[in-house]
């Protein structure tokens, strides 16, 4: 069957899943990090879903409403934002801020550290510890909830660690450890 002649699943309804977050429930997020969020959040109720339901207001008065293009997409845009702005709203409203600037200048691994270590292949690896919702691959940022970060946390430099990997055992040691200036923090 065609599948512009089925019905959406009730799945598309669902909540998004929460990333992995401790027992506690605590989400470690940096005053970048949970400003960037706060942001993305303030926009989709000030600018993007208002633009949606404009557009959906004008496509339904255009009649037929079973082809009409424009309406269909734009309800199904307007349950994605929804789905946002509650997914957002319950991850700022858990937050805990923690601003990494407090350690600068100390060798102790804690949330917001940068650390190069190098793993027992002798590779050499820097990464940044962040929040959940904040943390991105791409750029050399991990989660606090991650494997590595939860090795890393509380080390110092000159520590060799044990991580355990789905290849075995794999020792790393802690070669810096940086945090970023006072300065550069964020004040709310």
Not at 53 to 73: C, F, I, K, Q
Not at 122 to 142: F, H, N, P, Y
Not at 148 to 174: H, I, K, M, N
Request: net charge negative; with cysteine; glycine share 8%.
């Amino acid at each position: 069957m065609n599948k512009a002649f089925t019905k959406e699943s009730e799945a598309d309804d669902e909540e998004p899943a929460f990333s992995p977050l401790s027992s506690g429930g605590k989400n470690y997020i940096t005053p970048q990090g949970y400003e960037c969020l706060r942001l993305e959040l303030l926009d989709l109720i000030d600018r993007e879903r208002p633009k949606v339901v404009e557009t959906v207001h004008w496509a339904a008065s255009n009649g037929d409403r079973s082809e009409n293009g424009d309406y269909l997409y734009g309800k199904k845009r307007l349950r994605e934002i929804d789905r946002r702005i509650r997914f957002l709203t319950q991850r700022l409203k858990i937050a805990e801020i923690s601003n990494p600037s407090v350690h600068h200048g100390r060798d102790q691994v804690f949330f917001g550290a940068t650390v190069t270590y190098v793993d027992g292949f002798g590779v050499e690896r820097t990464v940044t510890i962040l929040g959940v919702d904040e943390a991105k691959s791409a750029m050399g940022q991990i989660s606090w909830a991650s494997p590595v970060a939860r090795t890393l946390l509380q080390s110092r430099v000159g520590d060799e660690l044990t991580l355990a990997t789905p290849q075995g055992a794999q020792v790393l040691e802690v070669l810096r450890v940086q945090y970023p200036p006072p300065d550069d923090a964020v004040v709310n």
